[in-house]
């Protein structure tokens, strides 16, 4: 499974992106999908999980009430949406996913994206 990050760009605080996660020619209904960001300096830290069937969504408290996890019908694709960007929000974001027989959010991911750089700045 090899999957896609896109959508990400340098843009204001209060500004909003939609990040997407794609793995072309394959199903992400069966996985749990986690976005995960790392900025310069600290851990990497994971927003948001959406469970196998997108059952449940699971948010950081830091990106709680901002941003929004959703999957498109055919479960071929998983999208961040981020809205009120905050400066503390720049990171590199990336989605993984991993084969899930039930509907939580595991702790390791077996397949990673590369990546897509989101940067608020004023």
Request: with cysteine; glycine share 10%; proline share 4%.
């Amino acid at each position: 499974v090899q999957l896609q990050a896109s959508g990400g760009g340098l843009v204001q605080p209060g500004d909003s992106l939609r990040l997407s996660c794609s793995a072309p020619g394959f199903t992400l209904a069966n996985y749990a999908v986690r976005w995960f960001r790392q900025a310069p300096g600290k851990e990497r830290e994971g927003v948001a999980c959406s469970s196998r069937g997108n059952r449940s969504t699971y948010y950081a408290d830091s990106v709680k009430g901002r941003f929004t996890l959703s999957r498109d019908i055919a479960k071929k694709s998983v999208f961040l949406q981020m809205n009120n960007l905050q400066p503390e929000d720049t990171a590199v974001y990336y989605c993984a996913a991993v084969y899930s027989r039930d509907f939580t959010c595991p702790k390791n991911y077996t397949y990673w994206g590369q990546g897509t750089q989101v940067t608020v700045s004023s």
